[in-house]
């Protein structure tokens, strides 16, 4: 099973660079008016058109296209005049960085809060877990950024309102970012482990005297296990391509924030770029998802 999902990712990630050049080459408009403008000189237009490979057939354009990423090759940007992978490669990066911190705040928050919500099931303490995380899932992040700049920055003054530094330039960015996240996390974690603890090897650990701890942070959570892992590999292929608001808010120099500088310079090349480079992200998380599920369970490692 493994084997097969790990062989669908090489056709998945030609899929995906198929889509990204359609979605481009959809925009209404000509992206050579859109970038020189209007009162652009006729010769000015004709030069861009043919270095951008415009004045092709649209089946010779994607055959280009698709033998320049084989290579590595993203094209050249218009507004920065320097090769796309280059300037993905210098802002990848901290988009690394800030995804991680999210997913990192987001499993701290998430898992205890999850479990022993679980083990309290219909207490108090359920009930504020379960409206935390009801909470942390519809707020926007537009919203909760600036509010967590107002506090923390703006009112007590205890961290940085933007750019990227050391670790306290970290925190609010991340926060944003991981709190969402640890909205869905706490829900499935709580409905996970409730699953688990019907399980036939749970009550059975349980009606041979196993302490609690034992019953839900063994027994319980390895089998609620799969379900967690697989949601969380699927939440961090968002978040690197979620992260366009929150860069975009604390002035962080990742891709979210490349990709919006593009779009404002009518940079088509960066922005297709940018968009094939998170696109490829998420197939190869998920890609990696499978292979840590599968050596979690071996059933799965084993199955045909």
């Not at 670790?167 to 996390?185: D, I, K, S, W």
């Not at 940018?274 to 369970?297: E, I, K, P, Q, W």
Request: aromatic fraction near 4%.
């Amino acid at each position: 099973m493994i084997r097969r999902r790990l062989l669908l990712v090489l056709p998945t990630l030609l899929g995906v660079a198929v889509l990204v050049f359609s979605f481009i080459h959809l925009v209404p408009g000509d992206p050579v008016d859109v970038m020189l403008g209007e009162a652009a000189e006729p010769a000015d237009a004709t030069a861009l058109r043919h270095a951008l490979g415009l004045d092709r057939p649209l089946g010779a354009q994607l055959l280009v296209f698709l033998g320049s990423v084989a290579r590595g090759d993203l094209g050249e940007s218009v507004a920065f005049r320097e090769p796309v992978a280059t300037l993905v490669a210098a802002r990848l990066p901290a988009t690394l960085e800030l995804a991680a911190a999210a997913l990192l705040i987001a499993l701290v928050i998430a898992l205890p809060l999850g479990i022993v919500a679980a083990m309290r099931r219909g207490s108090l303490l359920d009930r504020l877990v379960r409206i935390a995380s009801l909470a942390g899932v519809c707020v926007p992040t537009i919203w909760l950024g600036p509010l967590l700049v107002l506090a923390f920055s703006l009112h007590l003054g205890w961290l940085p309102t933007s750019g990227r530094g050391g670790a306290e330039h970290l925190v609010l960015p991340a926060l944003t970012l991981g709190l969402g996240m640890a909205g869905v996390l706490v829900r499935l974690t709580r409905t996970s482990v409730l699953d688990a603890l019907a399980e036939d090897s749970t009550r059975t650990a349980r009606a041979k005297g196993a302490p609690p701890w034992r019953v839900v942070g063994v027994h319980a959570f390895r089998t609620a296990l799969g379900p967690i892992v697989t949601v969380t590999g699927l939440q961090l292929g968002a978040l690197l391509a979620g992260a366009v608001v929150t860069e975009t808010i604390f002035a962080w120099p990742g891709l979210g924030r490349l990709v919006v500088q593009a779009i404002g310079a009518r940079d088509y090349p960066l922005v297709q770029g940018c968009a094939l480079v998170f696109g490829t992200t998420y197939v190869v998380v998920n890609a990696c998802t499978d292979v840590l599920l599968a050596a979690l369970d071996p059933r799965l490692r084993d199955a045909e």
